[in-house]
């Protein structure tokens, strides 16, 4: 039987964010070699996401993990709430673009991608805040030059017959499968303490060969088409770790 393999992704990675905690955490993914997915918010607005001072060299921090192959996800525009529209997935119903029209959501997409090109950074991965984006923005997508989305609910990643790639993420806390798979992990790092950091190392240490990357999925998975397989074995994980507290984000 297929075994399950693990993504990392951390979410809000802002100037602001929870800077002490990320040098731990980065420390940990540095010595065990494991590359994960950063959601990057090209402009934040959102004031419950800054947590300290903003960090004066950000981006200078984000080409550093773009260098080492980490793999860069742009993380909405500025993050605002805008919406009540839960848009595909409806985990949230609040959205920065679901529900708004296309000329406004493109220029958000225009202007993320444009603020990340501008300090050398480049993404080809689509994390919509609060899992909220609806189909007029998923057909955006490649205009921007966004191919893949971090998103949905699946067994594997798997192309839409539109050609977006989607690399679903499932789970919100360290989670030992017995359900082969690609998981991927939402991390939220800002409140997170000492404790956190000891159940990341310990997770990692434990099964450190169950690791991909983001990119390695992707490129692997680009031509499954999403099958009954992913809805069924879903539908089991989903009634036991789904929707969580952690999960409003
Ligand atoms: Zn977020």
């Not at 002490?20 to 607005?45: F, G, H, M, S, T």
């Not at 997409?109 to 994390?127: P, R, S, Y």
């Not at 949905?152 to 990643?157: E, H, K, V």
């Amino acid at each position: 039987m297929a075994k399950a393999r693990y993504i990392l992704r951390f979410d809000d990675i802002c100037p602001g964010m929870n800077w002490r905690v990320w040098e731990e955490i980065e420390r940990v993914l540095v010595a065990n070699n494991i590359k994960p997915l950063l959601a990057v918010i090209p402009d934040n607005q959102n004031p419950a996401l800054n947590v300290v001072p903003p960090c004066e060299d950000f981006w200078e921090r984000v080409r550093e993990w773009q260098e080492r192959g980490w793999t860069i996800g742009l993380h909405g525009y500025q993050h605002r709430h805008l919406t009540d529209n839960g848009g595909i997935l409806r985990l949230n119903a609040q959205s920065e673009f679901a529900g708004l029209s296309e000329a406004e959501q493109r220029e958000k997409l225009e202007k993320g991608v444009a603020i990340f090109k501008a300090n050398g950074v480049t993404t080809h991965v689509w994390i919509a805040p609060s899992h909220s984006f609806d189909r007029v923005t998923a057909r955006l997508l490649p205009q921007v030059g966004i191919d893949t989305i971090s998103d949905g609910l699946a067994l594997y990643p798997y192309t839409e017959p539109e050609g977006v790639i989607w690399v679903p993420q499932q789970l919100w806390r360290f989670r030992d499968m017995k359900i082969g798979g690609v998981w991927t992990i939402c991390n939220h790092h800002n409140d997170w303490d000492a404790k956190n950091i000891v159940t990341l190392r310990t997770f990692i240490e434990k099964r450190r060969d169950a690791f991909t990357t983001f990119e390695a999925v992707a490129t692997e998975y680009a031509n499954r088409r999403k099958n009954l397989a992913d809805g069924i074995a879903l539908r089991v994980v989903k009634g036991k770790f789904w929707l969580s507290n952690a999960l409003k984000r």
